[in-house]
Each structure stands twice: as structure tokens, then as C-alpha cells.
């Protein structure tokens, strides 16, 4: 059963006998937590995706849920199989009521055909598409990017309008007509794509918008992303506002026509009275109304603060009748088609935002032109804002959509459907879970830390502060404005955590740096050096200020570098984290994470691989196997591995492991063996790699942690051929010499460029490999858990006293690498004797040479002189 958690975060678990469901088999039970005010006069929307242990679930079985003894509507999709073909994570949808002080639990089980109930009505015609849901019928106009909800009253139109920076409408011009993405009982939605042209028939910018109708429900979902696929042209290495790849706008909004309103209203709040108008009447929120609500992260290209006010403004008739700080409005109006009215998801937090009645109907503002200054969307950047659109008369209808309840599943179902590796329900707490806990509930928590720079407005909202980068400066100084851009993955380890714990905050943190990442943090472009395009970009620079870099790390303003020699650069493989987006859509079923995984994935094979190219293999030669030749005309030893033993390949290894889980395609495994075959060797010399000069070193621990993950998918998979035992052998080569050579970081901190707990922290890298190796290798089993127990007690005492315990990238580090270790099953001895030789595989001249051969073959077997000068001139910095 699923636990239930108070407004204090209690955990409570339910009594299982109570559930009549119980009675047969069920699947999995669900759980809700409140996130405050959620009582709603209609059933809500739900979205959860659930586990399943591999063979319990058949793609073709049929399914109910039930509350109690309520059948639910229920609509399902699978997220991932097994390899056996059964279903390994399941979408579940419905629509489920919260009107009491109890929070429903629901029950999922096997059942006949037909409980699902049947689709919504949806019927293609020769203008377009037309969709029943029961209570009201919508049209979908092939070319438009407007949608229509009919009445017997008439038709009310919903179109989305963009300005040019000068106030200029722009044309949405189709390029993907209005189509059907998810049919079923609970919702169908459809989606279009459409470029914004200008008058001048330039093209501005590029949307793609998705309307979910539910069935038997007047409210309606519907979301608008503005993206900008030009590339940047970042001088330098430098990504600076004011690029000539940006584009600016003056505003995007979605109108709600009119016909002859007769009067309007408006909540600041979900609870509030309200405020009636029988004309124009608009709130609008300018800044977050924090404290820092004027903060430098809200400067422009000339650096210039662009908020003009704290918090929102509500005006009527043009008259300000109120002010305050944080906004959940809910707006409506009446007319001769009859009521309307309209809420947007994170107002206050997406700012600026605006939702404004006129005798043309409403606008719900995403981008609202009340604005300052215009907006600039720069090269590759893109935003995606949600709204709630309700077609009656019931002014609570979309109360609802505010702080929704969180659906929850027991964590021990977590633990025995494999959902997360490494994982356990009942881990005991301890010092290092204490550490893990100040994130939610210290008084630097992640909230906390969004306050202090005001990680708030359309750009900034769900990115984490990375506040460690303020170590180094004096006391009294202003905190540098710093990004932290998922560095190791917090995403997962907010994941983690909520499965573990079912605490809300973890979640919500989860799903808000998810939604920032996928927009703003990956470079979404074709156009750009094949390295960069559709890369995640570094956090902003180390002990800097981002000035107006935004989220992108290399700014002008900063004529240094936490990087020696280097004071620009792009998206690279030493940055990209894929797990957590890919947990994220496992666990609420939302597709932008699952493509964010993908594009991600195939730029990290772009990034390593290349694209073919005569040029592109030149550089290649020159940057990976001219150095070798160097190397061996010096007489010195070089090893044959292809990639280095870094954290960039084990990145790579990690990204394609989970392009694989997420498709099942048996080419990205094929190509994470080859990676691991062309890294690491079980007769490798570990001495001939350097592991122990730490600033250039550590990361190896990075391509351990991967290797550990690929032992561990092909055994929950049942296969144990292919490349397994070679990586067992590998894996335990390495282990063992890290008993004997590995030390505390800080034991020796000459070295290190800046000496601080954050090293600590990275300690935890080794008790990982330690724990594992355990497992791995159980004829040193003892020698593996004294040291993992020797690091873990000296890492927990030493940041328990420390004053950046509770910083970002320490709570990061922290997450990532946690789990039960203890739980996993030994890897028996004669099950990795793979046949590899008994010596390090040295590079011969003979395999240089036809290494070097093989390259420039690709090259000029690829060769077009197109291709060549668009490599060249993405490198030169000249239009393409």
C-alpha cells in the first residue's frame, strides 16, 4: 500500500485490509500528498508512472482503478518494457476527485475487457480535426494555429499571438498541421508546430503547441513553447544577451475572442473574494515579489535590472486598485457565448506574467507585452508555459490546478519492481541521510537558496543557485549570480529521494529543474558546430559572476577563468546528465523529458563520434592521434584505448545506457560495449593512467560509477553475454587497486587548485565504487567494506562540521551517488573469466598507423563540399 503524508510531511501508511480492491491482485497502489489549498468542485487531471516487476504486466492486459469502490476512469500507456516484453514502467491517467479533508487512494489492478471505458470521440474531417469530450465539441482548423470550442451559444476562438520587438504581429505560418498525439478515455491531445514570420517574411521564431481535452470535463490544458533555432553566434566562446543569434519579441499571448462582453473578474488568489469589472481589468506581474524581486539576475544585454516593481499590480477600467506581492490569479469574463475563464501554471514564479480582459476577449500573457524592455530568446534557447482554460460558469473550476496533489507510491514498491538501481525501501538514517535531509528542511534549503538571488522569471525559475560559487568572496559582498545547470545530476537525485522518502518538496523540486533544463540549459540547434548543437551547457563559471551569460557559463564581462588559459567554450561531454530526465519522464509520463534524453544522447554520440567530414577528421588526427604520435616518438608507453578514462566517456557510457532503457534499442548497447571496450581492459596497468593526480584524475570514478550501471542493467536483464564478464574483470581490476592506492583527497590538498569540502564530498564516488566492488568482487569483499566503512565515517564527520555542507554541489554529489549497496546480489566468480589476454594493451605502431588510415578514409569518404563549409564556417564564426 501507498503511504499518505500530512501538511507536516508524515509519512502514514494505509491500512491494506480496509481496500476492497485488495481482495484480487493488484498492481500497485497510489497515494496523494497536498501541496496546499487543493479541494476542487471537479475531478483533477492525474498523471503517475508506475514500476512494474519484470513478466507482472502484459501489454495487452486490461486494467481498472478504482478509489475505494469506485471505478475511475483510467487511460494507459506504457513508458518501457523488459526484455521479455512485459511492461517495465506504465503511464496511468485519470481523473480523480479532491473535495474532502481525506486524500483518495487508488488501487490498480487486472481486469476484464472494457473497464477503461471508451475512447474520447475525436473525427477527422477535410478542414480539420474534431474532438467530443462528452460536454463539448472542439475544432481544429488544418491550417491555423487556433482552436475552437463550440456552444450552442456560437464559437469562441483560441489563438496565440506574437509581436515583433516594435509591436509588429507576426504570421504563424503551419509547418505541422494540427494532429492527434494521445487518444484514450481520459484525454486526447493534439499538437501543431508553426513558424512566426514578420511582414517582412522573415522568420522570427518557431512554436509548437498542445491542447489536452479531458473527457466530460469543460477545462481544458494547453501549452505554447517559443523557440529560437538559430544558433548563436558567441564570439570567443562567449554567450552573452545581445548576441546576433538572439531574437527579440514584445509579446506572445493567447487570445480568448469575445462577443459582446458584459462583464469581468478577476482572483489574485484562489481564495480571494475577487474583483468584478464590466471592461478592461488586468493583473500583471512584473517581478517576483520577493525580497530580491530586483535582483542582478534580471538584468538585460546592457545590464540593466528590467524588473520595475515588486511583485503584481491589479488594474481596472486603467486604474491600479491593487498591489501585492505573489500572484495565483484566476480571471474570467462573460458575454454573449457565455463565461470563460483562465489560470497559467507558476505565474508568479514564470514571471512576467499577465492575464488581462478587454472588449476583444481575454489574453493570457506568457510573454505580455506590460513589460519594460522586450524580450530576447537567445540562440537555441526555448520556453514552454501551460495554461488552464475553463468553458462554464463555476469560478472555482480551476482551483484545482493550483499546488495539485502529488501522486506517491510506496517506496517498497520502488524496491521490488527494480524501479531504481541500487535502491532499498527501508534504508536506515544516518549521518549521511541527515546531510541528504538539510535540502528540504535545512535552513540553506533548495527554497531557501532561490530566494537569495531570486532564482525566479521565465529563464531562471527551477534552476538551482549554485551558491558554493560564492566561497571565495569577502564578507558583505553581494552573492555572484550562478547557475548550476544539473551538475551532477540533481534532477536524479531529487528523484531518488522522493521514491524514497514521498516527501512532495522532492518532487516538486524534481519537476521544476526538469522543466528548465529541457528549455533553457540544452543549446536546441542544428546550426552550430556539431560538438555544441543540442548539448547541455556548462554551469556558469567557477567563483565568477554569470553577468549576462545567463545560463550559459563564458560571459565578456569576465577576462578570467576558474579554468586556466581558458575564458570561452560550449556545451561538452564533461557535462551532460541524462538519468535524471529520463526518471523524470519514468515517473510523471511527460514526453518533452523522454525527447530531452534523446536529443541529448544523439548529441553525445555527435560530440564523440563526429558526423563524418573531411575537416572534421583532420582536427580529429590533430587532437587525438597526433599527440599519441608525439607520445610514442618520445619512447613513452601509450596504452590503446580510444577514450579517455574521464568522466566526458563516462558521461557517454552513461547517456547511451539510457537512450537504451528508454527505447530498448539494441544499437545504443552496442554501442556503450564499444565504448567500454575502447576505454578500459581487465589487464590494464591502472599506474599508466594517472588516476592519482587528482585535479585531472578524480573523474575516472565518474566512468567506474557507468561501468557499474551497464554490470548492473545486463544482469536485472537476464543477460550476462556480450561484453559482461569482460566489464566484470575490468570493473574488479581497477576496484583492487583503488584498496591499495586510493586516499582521501584532502589528505594531500597541495595540489588542489581550490581545497575545499567540496573534495569531501567526492569522497563518496570512492564508497560507491567500494560498495559496489563488494558485490562485484566478493572474494575482497571484506577489504571493499573496511574502506568503503574508513571513507564514509571521515566523509559524514568531516562535513557534519562544516559550514558548506548545505551547498549546492555538495547536496548534489551527495545524491547522486546514494543507495542501498548492501542490497545487491554477489557476482559469482566463474560468471567473469572472460579471455582477454594478461597484459595492458599497448598502441603499436602498426595500430596507430591504421588507426590514422581508417580516419582519413571516413573522411574522404564522407567528403561534400557543402558539409566542409558549414564546418568551416561554424568554426570561423562566419554565416552560415
Not at 42 to 49: A, D, I, L, N
Not at 188 to 206: I, Y
Not at 659 to 671: E, I, N, P, V, Y
Request: charged fraction near 25%; charge should be negative; glycine fraction near 8%.
Amino acid at each position: 500500500m501507498s503511504p499518505t503524508i500530512d501538511a507536516e510531511n508524515t509519512v502514514t501508511e494505509p491500512d491494506a485490509s480496509a481496500d476492497p480492491a485488495h481482495a484480487g491482485n493488484p498492481l500497485a497502489t497510489i497515494a496523494f500528498c497536498r501541496q496546499g489549498a487543493t479541494a476542487a468542485p471537479y475531478p483533477h487531471p492525474v498523471c503517475v508512472g508506475v514500476p512494474l516487476a519484470e513478466g507482472q504486466l502484459s501489454p495487452d492486459q486490461p486494467l481498472a482503478l478504482s478509489d475505494r469502490e469506485t471505478t475511475l476512469p483510467l487511460q494507459t500507456a506504457p513508458l518501457a518494457h523488459w526484455p521479455d516484453g512485459s511492461v517495465r514502467w506504465l503511464r496511468v491517467e485519470s481523473l480523480v476527485a479532491f473535495t474532502g479533508d481525506s486524500m483518495p487512494t487508488l488501487t490498480l489492478s487486472p481486469s476484464g475487457p472494457d473497464a477503461s471505458g471508451p475512447p474520447i470521440r475525436v473525427t477527422e474531417t477535410d478542414d480539420g480535426i474534431d474532438v467530443f469530450n462528452g460536454v463539448r465539441h472542439f475544432h481544429f482548423p488544418k491550417q491555423s494555429a487556433e482552436w475552437h470550442s463550440r456552444s450552442e451559444e456560437g464559437i469562441r476562438i483560441a489563438a496565440p499571438e506574437l509581436t515583433t520587438a516594435d509591436g509588429q504581429p507576426c504570421e504563424a505560418q503551419v509547418l505541422t498541421a494540427w494532429h492527434l498525439l494521445d487518444q484514450g478515455p481520459v484525454r486526447v491531445r493534439l499538437s501543431m508546430t508553426a513558424n512566426w514570420r514578420t511582414a517582412q517574411e522573415g522568420m522570427l521564431a518557431k512554436s509548437t503547441i498542445t491542447v489536452d481535452i479531458f473527457r466530460d470535463s469543460e477545462t481544458v490544458r494547453s501549452a505554447i513553447d517559443l523557440h529560437n533555432p538559430r544558433r548563436a553566434r558567441h564570439p570567443g566562446g562567449l554567450w552573452d544577451l545581445g548576441d546576433p543569434g538572439s531574437v527579440h519579441f514584445q509579446s506572445l499571448v493567447i487570445r480568448l475572442r469575445s462577443d459582446r462582453m458584459s462583464q469581468s473578474w478577476v482572483r489574485p488568489h484562489p481564495d480571494d473574494a475577487g474583483i468584478e469589472g464590466d471592461g478592461e481589468l488586468l493583473i500583471y506581474q512584473d517581478s517576483s515579489g520577493g525580497e530580491h524581486w530586483d535582483s542582478r539576475n534580471h538584468i538585460d544585454a546592457d545590464s540593466r535590472v528590467t524588473t520595475t516593481f515588486r511583485g503584481f499590480k491589479l488594474v481596472r477600467q486603467g486604474e491600479t486598485v491593487f498591489r501585492g506581492d505573489r500572484a495565483e490569479p484566476v480571471l474570467g469574463v462573460a458575454d454573449r457565448l457565455g463565461e470563460v475563464q483562465v489560470c497559467m501554471d507558476h505565474f508568479w514564479q514564470n514571471f512576467p506574467s499577465a492575464l488581462e480582459a478587454d472588449r476583444e476577449g481575454i489574453q493570457i500573457g506568457l510573454f505580455p507585452r506590460q513589460t519594460a524592455t522586450p524580450y530576447e530568446l537567445q540562440g537555441g534557447e526555448r520556453k514552454t508555459q501551460q495554461c488552464h482554460i475553463h468553458f462554464g460558469t463555476d469560478r472555482d473550476a480551476l482551483t484545482g490546478c493550483f499546488h495539485p496533489p502529488v501522486p506517491v507510491i510506496d517506496a517498497s514498491h520502488y524496491e521490488q519492481t527494480q524501479a531504481f538501481p541500487w535502491f532499498a525501501a527501508r534504508e536506515t538514517h544516518g549521518p549521511l541521510e541527515d546531510l541528504i535531509q538539510a535540502g528540504i528542511d535545512g535552513p540553506n534549503n533548495f527554497f531557501a537558496k532561490r530566494e537569495v538571488i531570486d532564482e525566479y522569471g521565465w529563464r531562471n525559475f527551477g534552476e538551482l543557485f549554485a551558491d558554493h560559487e560564492t566561497l571565495y568572496q569577502a564578507p558583505g559582498e553581494a552573492p555572484f549570480i550562478s547557475h548550476y545547470n544539473n551538475q551532477y545530476d540533481p534532477i536524479y537525485g531529487f528523484a531518488r529521494q522522493f521514491a524514497r522518502t514521498g516527501d512532495p518538496r522532492w518532487f516538486e523540486l524534481m519537476d521544476d529543474l526538469a522543466r528548465h533544463v529541457r528549455d533553457i540549459d540544452i543549446y536546441h540547434t542544428d546550426d552550430d558546430r556539431v560538438e555544441y548543437n543540442h548539448g547541455l551547457f556548462w554551469h556558469t563559471d567557477h567563483y565568477l559572476d554569470a553577468h549576462t551569460a545567463t545560463h550559459r557559463t563564458f560571459t565578456r564581462h569576465n577576462d578570467t577563468s576558474s579554468t586556466p588559459g581558458q575564458t570561452g567554450g560550449g556545451p561538452a561531454a564533461e557535462h551532460c546528465y541524462t538519468t535524471g530526465l529520463l526518471y523524470h519522464y519514468f515517473l510523471t509520463g511527460d514526453t518533452d523529458s523522454r525527447d530531452a534524453v534523446l536529443e541529448l544522447a544523439h548529441w553525445m554520440v555527435a560530440n564523440q563520434e563526429g558526423q563524418g567530414g573531411f575537416l572534421e577528421q583532420v582536427l580529429a588526427l590533430k587532437k587525438q592521434d597526433l599527440p599519441r604520435v608525439k607520445a610514442k616518438l618520445r619512447g613513452e608507453t601509450v596504452t590503446a584505448h580510444q577514450y579517455p578514462f574521464t568522466r566526458a566517456t563516462g558521461n557517454y557510457l552513461n547517456a547511451l545506457l539510457d537512450a537504451w532503457t528508454l527505447t530498448g534499442d539494441s544499437q545504443w548497447l552496442k554501442r556503450a560495449e564499444a565504448v567500454i571496450a575502447k576505454t578500459i581492459h581487465p589487464a590494464d596497468d591502472p599506474d599508466l593512467r594517472n588516476l592519482l593526480d587528482v585535479e585531472t584524475g578524480w573523474s575516472y570514478l565518474v566512468f567506474m560509477a557507468s561501468l557499474a550501471k551497464y554490470i548492473d542493467l545486463k544482469r536485472a536483464n537476464g543477460d550476462t553475454g556480450g561484453l559482461f564478464s569482460y566489464a566484470v574483470a575490468a570493473f574488479r581490476q581497477y576496484a583492487r587497486w583503488m584498496v591499495e592506492h586510493e586516499r582521501p583527497f584532502l589528505e594531500d590538498p597541495e595540489p588542489l587548485e581550490f581545497p575545499n569540502d567540496t573534495w569531501t564530498a567526492q569522497e563518496i564516488r570512492k564508497i560507491l565504487i567500494m560498495r559496489l566492488a563488494a558485490a562485484f568482487d566478493p572474494e575482497n569483499r571484506t577489504h571493499y567494506e573496511g574502506k568503503a566503512q574508513e571513507w564514509t565515517e571521515a566523509m559524514t564527520i568531516r562535513l557534519a562540521d562544516s559550514p558548506e555542507s548545505g551547498f549546492t554541489r555538495i547536496l548534489c554529489i551527495l545524491m547522486q551517488n546514494y543507495g542501498a549497496y548492501d542490497r545487491i546480489q554477489p557476482i559469482a566468480l566463474t560468471d567473469s573469466t572472460p579471455n582477454t589476454g594478461d597484459s595492458t594493451p599497448i598502441l603499436t605502431w602498426r595500430t596507430l598507423t591504421l588507426r590514422i588510415i581508417q580516419r582519413m578514409m571516413r573522411g574522404i569518404g564522407t567528403f561534400q563540399p557543402a558539409k566542409e563549409r558549414a564546418w568551416l564556417n561554424a568554426r570561423l564564426e562566419r554565416g552560415s
